[in-house]
Each structure stands twice: as structure tokens, then as C-alpha cells.
């Protein structure tokens, strides 16, 4: 069972337990957060927005963080121009605590449990 979240503009593959680094959300340390989901897999696959809206994606924010530091350098030959920076990612660590899936399976269940019934009755 995963699923695909958006985050940010981004999109991540997550599983229950998994940690995964997005870009800096307005979250305390230790907050719970949602996740919207656009893709879940469990047996089957659910991709449309009526489905998706009963998928729970929850995620606990683990801390704080900035990634490596970039270094950035233009150079233009012979003409004297150079230019340097630098950029850190300010980013957030997210443990995922739960995946709820929709009712789909749900219902192919009730289903199959009612056809050995029917049967059943038809033998009598």
C-alpha cells in the first residue's frame, strides 16, 4: 500500500512509516500534518478526485531543516564579469504515520461474502 502525495508542487511516494524531505511548511515541530493526495495503491489503483477525497494521508513533522549549500558561479571569458552566490534550501523532515484508503475494497468484500449466501438459498 502507497501512495502519491503533492507537497509544495512536488510530488513524493510515500508509505506508511516513510520520512521524506519537503520544501519548509508553516508547521511546528511535532504538529500533525495532511497530505493531499493524487494516487492511491492498495490491491487496486485510485485516481480520481471523488475517490481521493475519502484517502487520509497523515504525517507528523519530525524537525526543521536546510539542505547543502549550492554554489553558484557565472563567468563570461575576457570580459571581466563574475559573479557568485550561494543558496540553501530551508526544508522540513515529514514521517508519515497513516494511510487510510477509501471504501472501494469495502464493497467488492460485502459482495463476495453475499454471493456464497445466494447460493446457498438457490440450492434449497
Known amino acids: ?21 519537503v520544501d519548509r511548511l508553516d ?8 497530505l493531499r493526495p493524487v494516487l492511491f495503491r492498495d490491491g487496486e489503483v485510485i485516481v480520481g478526485a471523488k475517490d481521493l ?21 557565472k563567468y563570461k571569458a575576457k570580459k571581466g564579469y563574475r559573479r557568485r552566490a550561494g543558496h540553501r534550501s530551508e ?22 461474502e453475499k454471493a456464497p449466501a445466494k447460493a446457498e438459498k438457490e440450492e434449497d
Not at 500500500?1 to 524531505?21: F, P
Not at 508547521?27 to 495532511?34: F, I, L, Q, W, Y
Request: proline share 1%; no cysteine; aromatic share 4%.
Open 91 to 112: 526544508l522540513t523532515r515529514l514521517e508519515v504515520i497513516s494511510l487510510k484508503g477509501g471504501s472501494k475494497g469495502g464493497a467488492a468484500k460485502k459482495d463476495a
Open 1 to 21: 500500500m502507497y501512495a502519491v502525495v503533492e507537497s509544495g508542487g512536488k510530488q513524493y511516494k510515500v508509505e506508511e512509516g516513510a520520512s521524506l524531505l
Open 27 to 34: 508547521a511546528k515541530e511535532g504538529d500533525k500534518v495532511a
Open 53 to 73: 477525497a475519502k484517502v487520509k494521508v497523515e504525517a507528523k513533522v519530525a524537525g526543521h531543516l536546510r539542505g547543502p549549500k549550492i554554489k553558484v558561479f
